[in-house]
């Protein structure tokens, strides 16, 4: 019996569609007889022609053709880390704002007035940080939508000192490692780097040469893991981190440690969130990493305490603020403690900031804040959605939702981050 000839693959799907707006994630909402289509790479009030990728749930597409384009649209670059950068930056802070209150209204079911989107100072070459692939082609994105890793000729959204040590990399002299992170300085210029990679330091001594040679101030080596840099960073060479700006203080940041990527904009966002914080006798910093936040405080309040889950972070912070207070800075009323805000509990409190991961306050956490004495919560978040649930939950609760501010610390990309403050 002869064997069935191989079936061709289904063609994809191609759709014209008009965009109605934008939503969370940088998509164009559309809709035709079968439903809603979020579309990747269009704007609102465009006309396009899109392919759309097979899966569950809402359907996906993506732009393939622009048939009425949008007065918005720009020629931007084609990366997965620039989804919006096909859009005016005037126009990209608007969209923004449209997400926070969106979120506002249909998940926390408040009418609430959202400011104008704080912009980044600068709208290219603001990211201090970058991880790539090593490839045998050269380093490479790391592809968000299954296809190949797409490697790096240009990365316009890196600080330059990043972009200058890559041109001067070797790949074939990283082997064996399989990633690499950067972190530069815009307050020195300096760069550290982690390779990651299966194996002893020694393996990777010719990589650390190489890098050393290209630039790097200092590499450490972190073992491949499922959550980004859980398995343990060692150092091999030089320096394990540098200092940054930000706002008013001066911290230490590393390859593989957690710090905003964009000072400049980080920095507005720190300052701002301090001057709603107000005075008092106490502050308290939750999920306040290595205290960037919490250090703003200081010259307002008698005490404030930093508390975090990250030995990491909380180490850091804690070298910092003695460099700080010995070059005579008044930031000996910081003290830091290992915890979490889930389980945080400490009595005369005036005021609360939060910085929560992308999830939001976990439901423990809300409580904690809720039953404390603090009277002010000056919520800063990364994600617009876990944002508006948790002010919604906390309205409930009987806080008053005040001032709202996007801030920008993304361009090109549909993040966002919001500065917002509640009162009792």
């Not at 400011?115 to 100072?121: A, G, L």
């Not at 919560?377 to 990364?382: A, E, K, Q, R």
Request: charged letters at 25%; aromatic letters at 6%; a negative charge.
């Amino acid at each position: 019996m002869s064997e069935a000839a191989p079936q061709p693959a289904p063609q994809p799907e191609v759709l014209t569609l008009e965009i109605e707006k934008l939503v969370a994630g940088g998509l164009g909402l559309a809709r035709d007889e079968d439903g809603v289509v979020l579309v990747r790479g269009a704007l609102p009030g465009e006309r396009v022609r899109a392919t759309v990728r097979a899966g569950r749930g809402v359907r996906q597409a993506v732009t393939v053709e622009v048939l009425e384009a949008s007065p918005d649209r720009v020629d931007g670059p084609n990366l997965p880390t620039a989804d919006l950068g096909h859009a005016s930056y005037a126009a990209q802070l608007r969209y923004k704002r449209d997400f926070v209150q969106e979120a506002l209204t249909r998940i926390a079911k408040l009418k609430h007035e959202v400011n104008e989107t704080v912009p980044s100072p600068s709208e290219w070459h603001y990211r201090n940080t970058a991880q790539y692939l090593v490839t045998p082609d050269g380093l490479a994105y790391r592809e968000r939508r299954g296809n190949d890793p797409l490697v790096v000729s240009e990365d316009p959204l890196v600080m330059e000192a990043i972009s200058a040590i890559v041109a001067r990399i070797d790949p074939a002299q990283l082997d064996p490692a399989t990633e690499i992170a950067f972190r530069a300085s815009a307050l020195t210029g300096e760069v550290v780097a982690a390779l990651i990679g299966a194996g002893e330091p020694r393996v990777f001594m010719r990589a650390s040469e190489h890098l050393m040679e290209a630039g790097v101030v200092g590499v450490s080596l972190a073992q491949p893991a499922g959550r980004r840099f859980s398995a343990g960073v060692r150092l091999i060479a030089g320096e394990t981190d540098v200092r940054e700006q930000f706002g008013r203080v001066q911290v230490s940041v590393s390859a593989t440690g957690f710090a905003q990527v964009n000072p400049a904009a980080a920095g507005l966002a720190y300052e701002r969130a301090a001057e709603l914080a107000g005075n008092g006798e106490h502050a308290v910093d939750l999920y306040g990493g290595a205290g960037a936040i919490g250090r703003h405080l200081a010259p307002n309040f008698r005490r404030v305490t930093v508390l975090d889950a990250s030995p990491e972070a909380l180490a850091r912070g804690r070298q910092d603020v003695a460099e700080s207070v010995a070059a005579g800075k008044p930031e000996g009323n910081v003290t830091y403690r290992d915890g979490d805000a889930a389980r945080f509990s400490e009595l005369g409190t005036d005021v609360i900031v939060v910085d929560p991961p992308r999830a939001g306050l976990e439901e423990g956490a809300r409580v904690h804040i809720d039953s404390s004495t603090a009277d002010r919560l000056v919520y800063i978040s990364c994600d617009p959605a876990t944002w508006a649930r948790d002010v919604g939950d906390m309205v409930r609760r009987g806080w008053k939702l005040g001032e709202v501010t996007p801030h920008d610390f993304y361009p090109q990309t549909s993040h966002i981050e919001i500065v917002s403050v509640l009162n009792r």
